[in-house]
């Protein structure tokens, strides 16, 4: 199954890279964004089988910094059999 775990920083800390994007749509004349927040997505394929559980220990051990962001997981459709 496809599988899109998504990471952003916790609200209240710093995003230095966030706020170089909201000052740089400001100054290309984007009016009207208040704010801006930079995250990362990131794909799996698994097993069909692979439990949230499994997929909520990946995401603590390895793909996001647990002190600084949290993570959402989101199941998309089956993988295609190869």
Known sequence: MKVRILVRLKPGVLD???KAVHHAL???GFAGVE???IGRM???DV???TSDE???SMCEQLLANMVIED???EHLEPAEAS
């Open 42 to 44: 990131i794909e799996l």
């Open 47 to 49: 097993a069909d089988d």
């Open 35 to 37: 704010d801006v927040r």
């Open 54 to 56: 499994k997929l909520k």
């Open 26 to 28: 400001d100054g290309l």
């Open 16 to 18: 230095p890279q966030g």
């Open 71 to 73: 993570f959402a997981i």
